[in-house]
């Protein structure tokens, strides 16, 4: 057994290729750090939004994307109620329990109780995450405990 980069020991279905890949996810979103923020956009260096940083990391990690991206206002999802990016993102990737959330899973959280779960982050270290906000360039932040009350649902890429 080994430890991934959070320190927790593993065994059975890990491997050093999900390892790797789980390596390479932290090392693209930390790439993307200083990307400005831009509504709908995905593209790195020159302007991401929560989503789009996660696309930009699945196409790096992964390859294209699964499915094409429908228009999307600041407020989607909000009148309806839909867990839309969490259906979306249980089509392509694993789901994972939050508390086990590993380095390299995408974090959906929730911005007000009761509402859809419509941002998203990528868990770079057990502590810290990189994602794009409304009028901030990408970051890696610590994952503090106002984040951690509105964690909502976490992924694992295909293969990590």
Known sequence: MGSDM???EMGGGETSEGDALRAR???????WIGTPYLHRASLKGQGADCLGLVRGVWRAAIGPEPQPLPPYAPDWAEATKAEQMAQAAGR????????????GDVLLF???EGF????????VTRERMVHA???AAVAEVF?????????AFAF???GA
């Open 133 to 135: 906000h409304d009028g």
């Open 143 to 151: 994952l503090a405990p106002w984040w951690r009350r509105r964690l």
């Open 25 to 31: 996810i932290v090392a693209e979103a930390r790439g």
């Open 116 to 123: 859809p779960a419509k941002h998203a982050a990528v868990l």
């Open 92 to 103: 392509h990737m694993r789901a994972v329990a939050p508390e086990d959330a590993a380095p």
């Open 156 to 158: 694992a890429f295909p």
């Open 110 to 112: 929730r911005w007000r």
């Open 6 to 8: 959070g320190g927790r």
